[in-house]
């Protein structure tokens, strides 16, 4: 696999970061992955605008601009011979001595990959985890930060409690998301996601899914349980849920439709 890094395509397999660069040391960076149809960065913008976004909250100005950005995408997705791909990019603060307080002038890294598109998913069956939850009042819960460790936590009880996914509780009780994407849910006729001010992140796709009639609304698991159906939205796509908490929802009619209309 080649990938791009710190301004040029190279091989992974003998690409190294260095030991102290604070993406490693502390998770002190942003990523974003994108889906790529017949060589199209889908809703590129949409992610670099996020991307920006990010960085203005952490403080870590970006030294390249939109179109450099892309190029480095595409370089990459060329390099592989890859037309419809998973591409990430991701950008870290980049070296530094040690302790929490960031070098006043940074040299960020900047590392671009891209992979195969994988295949469709199943319906998921999701539980909602019990053992952490999403903090609402960080800023961290409205960007793409490298520190995913409740969403991992959140996964690995979903897989031993025999689940594919987690729903994340904010910490009033609310649902916030999944561990990977924006939870939507049909409940008495209206199609409705978590607010950003709950705990979700603000997804590319979620922004396109309420500019097609969806709506904002707090969802506590005892709404959740109402709905006629639901289903997750991340840039590589809509996923239909086939059961929350073991009740099953019975229909995916939106989430197909949405798909079709949303490619």
């Not at 710190?6 to 260095?18: H, L």
């Not at 897989?159 to 609310?174: P, V």
């Amino acid at each position: 696999m080649k990938i791009w890094l710190n301004g040029s395509v190279v091989q992974a397999a003998v690409t190294g970061i260095s030991p102290q660069d604070r993406g490693f040391t502390l998770g002190d960076g942003l990523f974003e992955t994108m889906k790529v149809v017949q060589g199209h960065i889908m809703r590129l913008e949409g992610h670099l605008a996020r991307l920006e976004e990010g960085a203005r909250v952490l403080r870590m100005p970006l030294p390249w601009s939109r179109d450099a950005l892309e190029a480095a995408i595409r370089a990459v997705i060329e390099a592989n011979a890859l037309t419809d791909a998973v591409a990430r990019l991701t950008v870290t603060r980049g070296t530094g001595p040690r302790g929490i307080l960031p070098p006043t002038d940074p040299h960020l890294t900047l590392l671009v990959s891209a992979a195969p598109q994988p295949g469709p998913l199943p319906p998921a069956r999701l539980c909602v985890a019990q053992t952490t939850r999403r903090n609402e009042h960080s800023p961290l819960a409205r960007i793409k930060s490298l520190n995913y460790l409740d969403n991992i936590i959140a996964r690995q009880e979903a897989a031993e409690r025999g689940y594919d996914d987690a729903l994340l509780l904010n910490t009033q009780g609310q649902i916030a998301e999944g561990t990977y994407a924006n939870l939507f849910a049909i409940i008495d006729g209206h199609l409705v996601t978590p607010p950003v001010s709950d705990g979700a992140l603000p997804g590319i796709l979620r922004r396109d899914v309420l500019a097609a009639g969806g709506r904002e609304m707090t969802l506590t698991p005892e709404a959740l349980a109402r709905a006629e159906e639901a289903f997750l939205t991340s840039s590589l796509g809509i996923r239909s849920l086939q059961s929350i908490e073991d009740r099953p929802l019975p229909s995916c009619t939106m989430a197909e439709r949405l798909k079709e209309a949303l490619r």
